[in-house]
Structures are given as C-alpha cells and as structure tokens.
C-alpha cells in the first residue's frame, strides 16, 4: 500500500517562503503523477501544481511564478517550494498520485493522498 507523509507546514509572514516535502513509500513501480492540493477553509480542494512523466509540468494561475514543484527520485519525494506567500495561500496542503492518468487535473484522477499539512500566512 502507497503511503505519502507531507511535511514542511507551519506559520508564514507575508512574502516569506516555505518548503514542502511529500514522502512516498510501499510503492512497487513509478507512479504517473504526483501533484499538490490545497483546501482553505469553507473553500473546495483545489489543484496547486502537478509534475508528471517526460517533464510535464501544471500550475494553477495563482501560484504561477511564486511556487514551484519539484521530486528526487532517490529518495521517493515530491517537494513544493513555495515563495513570495500570501494571505490567501493559507490552507492544508495535500499530495497526491497517481497511476492511472498521465496528465492529472483533477482530484478524481489521483489514487492516493497524504494526510495533509497546515501552512498559515500571516499579513
């Protein structure tokens, strides 16, 4: 069984930086696609950044130029770096994957998540 452990969370200032890290492990081959949710509260689950097979790459537009997605295979991880934070960044961030679609966009299309952590931006 796939398990991921987030790490990396916590308490921000504006325009800080923060670094996430997902760990993988019970795999049994390379999945297709990792990728980073988030979930405010009172708001959906919504797609953060995807890093797939042959270099593909997704970002939603509000994190564009400030995040960045980012995995070592040797040590089975998927990191988000997270730059240039704001207020409204502030959620529990999940990773996920997936081995069943090449390009995944959306929640449905993942087979297992971590548990989530909390990252808080202050103003």
């Known amino acids: 069984q796939v398990q991921l452990v987030e790490s990396g969370g916590g308490l921000v200032q504006a325009g800080g930086s923060l670094r996430l890290s997902c760990a993988a492990s019970?795999?049994?081959?390379?999945?297709?696609?990792m990728g980073w949710f988030r979930q405010a509260p009172g708001k959906e689950r919504e797609l953060v950044a995807v890093?797939?097979?042959?270099?593909?790459?997704y970002y939603a537009d509000s994190v564009k130029g400030r995040f960045t997605i980012s995995g070592d295979n040797a040590k089975n991880t998927v990191y988000l770096q997270m730059n240039s934070l704001k207020p409204e960044d502030t959620a529990v961030y999940y990773c996920?994957?997936?081995?069943?679609?090449?390009?995944?966009?959306?929640?449905?299309?993942?087979?297992?998540w971590g548990q989530g952590t909390q990252v808080t931006v202050s103003s």
């Open positions: 996920a994957e997936t081995y069943k679609r090449i390009r995944p966009t959306v929640s449905g299309e993942y087979d297992y």
């Open positions: 019970g795999r049994t081959f390379s999945s297709f696609a």
């Open positions: 890093s797939a097979r042959g270099g593909f790459t």
